[in-house]
């Protein structure tokens, strides 16, 4: 359409933006899910899922190579609307999520695109999240930890500890923050 073209609503005289309507009225349909879908959406749900996903890497995390959301957690459209990949994965395996429940991702990767759903597991919405201990923490002994532990009071940095241990950056900010290792 061509510039001097108007919103297709009646008695609306603002320019057209997209698909026939102005800024204001195509994002309100589009914010309600009013608009036809377009593109690769009318293909099945899964399908355009296993379209965005990364070969299983070293961790067995499959990570999402699609849009993510501000907290980087995997999304994909489905009804016009955002909808977290973990969530719709869990939906098409498993059946419908309890009201009181979200997904949770066991390898606690979901925030870097993890949506492998054996990573996957229910927990409660308002529950804190409390990690269990990985292999790669169960390769360091109570000594370990609570040296890592002590060197991070003085200060020592997450990714010198890491190398020292070998382990990931993740697993020392666990074990000081006592999401793991939390019996010592």
């Keep these: 359409m061509n510039s001097l073209t108007i919103c ?18 195509y994002m309100g349909k589009r914010r309600r899910g009013e608009l036809e879908t377009v593109g690769n959406s009318k ?14 890497n070293e961790n067995g995390c499959v990570l999402w190579t699609g849009n993510r959301n501000r907290g980087g957690l995997a999304i994909i459209k489905v009804e016009g609307r955002g909808k977290l990949v973990a969530e719709a994965l869990w939906e098409i395996n498993k059946g419908e999520i309890p009201e009181n429940m979200t997904v949770r991702h066991i390898c606690d990767r979901g925030h870097e695109g993890c949506v492998s759903p054996h990573h996957l597991y229910l927990g409660h919405k308002k529950q804190k999240k409390i990690k269990e201990p990985s ?26 500890l890491a190398e ?3 382990v990931d950056v993740s697993t020392i900010t666990d074990i000081t923050k006592r999401r793991t290792w939390r019996h010592i």
């Design 164 to 166: 020292e241990f070998d």
């Design 43 to 56: 293909k099945p749900l899964i399908d355009r899922i296993k379209h965005k996903c990364a070969p299983v």
């Design 8 to 25: 297709s609503i009646k008695d609306c005289k603002e320019l057209h933006y997209a698909r026939g309507y102005c800024h204001k009225h």
């Design 135 to 160: 292999d790669g923490n169960k390769k360091l002994t109570e000594d370990q930890v609570l040296e890592i532990r002590e060197r991070r009071e003085d200060f020592e940095t997450r990714e010198k």
